[in-house]
């Protein structure tokens, strides 16, 4: 597609309960990266996929927290029994793998935990 | 470390002034440099960015900005504020030849008052 598609693009769940949340990145794109964005602060970095490099997980907060991405293209992050400090919105990027041409974003997945 | 900060967490101007949004970053070696908008509800959209060559960077909706390697600083400039450009906006930094990573302030939000 002509840009980062992310889904859904509102979540509501229970505590305890877990998410999924998929981004298709842009086509041809070879490097994914989600980061998490809670409310007043700036972007933390979750985890980075590039080609078919073991992914860099050093920003994931917890083992609750894992990501994949299918065939180098859509990647799925999950929350298993999440918590009411997950809830933010929830943003995936890809680029071309270098780091001179910066980031499309998605629109991200605003995430609430009740 | 890469590490970026972005002074006034908040920044209001009267519609027509001038708009000056302040980044300065530390690093080992002069990165990489980039400039994000947040609209409301929106993903993050590429402003500007600063890789080599010319210093004085132009970007998209008549936004500038001007790396200065003597006072680590990438400050983001507007002779007149719109209306439209209320949003937070978001100074990042990767490292050349690095991981491509961007790391991220934590943001200034614009307020134009008419």
């Known amino acids: 597609g002509a840009g980062v598609s992310q889904s859904p693009s509102n979540k509501v769940t229970e505590k305890g309960k877990d998410v999924e949340l998929r981004c298709d990145p842009i086509?041809?794109?070879?490097?994914l990266y989600w980061y998490r964005q809670s409310l007043g602060q700036g972007l933390e970095f979750l985890i980075y996929?590039?080609?078919?490099?073991?992914?860099?997980k050093s920003g994931l907060p917890s083992d609750r927290f894992s990501a994949e991405r299918t065939g180098g293209s859509v990647s799925t992050l999950t929350i298993q029994r999440t918590q009411q400090e997950d809830s933010a919105v929830y943003l995936c990027?890809?680029?071309?793998?270098?780091?001179?041409?910066?980031?499309?974003f998605g629109s991200g997945t605003r995430l609430t935990v009740v | 470390a890469q590490s970026v900060t972005q002074l006034g967490s908040h920044v209001s101007v009267s519609e027509g002034a001038l708009v000056l949004l302040r980044c300065n970053y530390s690093?080992?070696?002069?990165?990489?440099l980039f400039w994000y908008v947040q609209y409301p509800n929106q993903g993050l959209q590429l402003l500007l960015k600063?890789?080599?060559?010319?210093?004085l960077v132009k970007g998209i909706n008549g936004f500038e900005a001007e790396f200065k390697k003597s006072e680590t600083s990438f400050h983001l400039t507007k002779p007149s504020a719109h209306m439209s450009d209320a949003a937070e906006y978001f100074c990042?930094?990767?490292?050349?030849?690095?991981?491509?990573?961007?790391?991220f302030g934590t943001g200034t939000r614009l307020t134009v008052i008419p």
């Open positions: 990027a890809s680029s071309f793998g270098s780091d001179l041409y910066g980031y499309t």
């Open positions: 086509s041809g794109h070879t490097a």
């Open positions: 996929f590039q080609g078919n490099s073991a992914p860099d």
């Open positions: 690093s080992s070696v002069p990165p990489y």
């Open positions: 600063y890789t080599t060559g010319a210093t």
């Open positions: 990042a930094v990767s490292e050349r030849g690095g991981a491509n990573n961007l790391f």
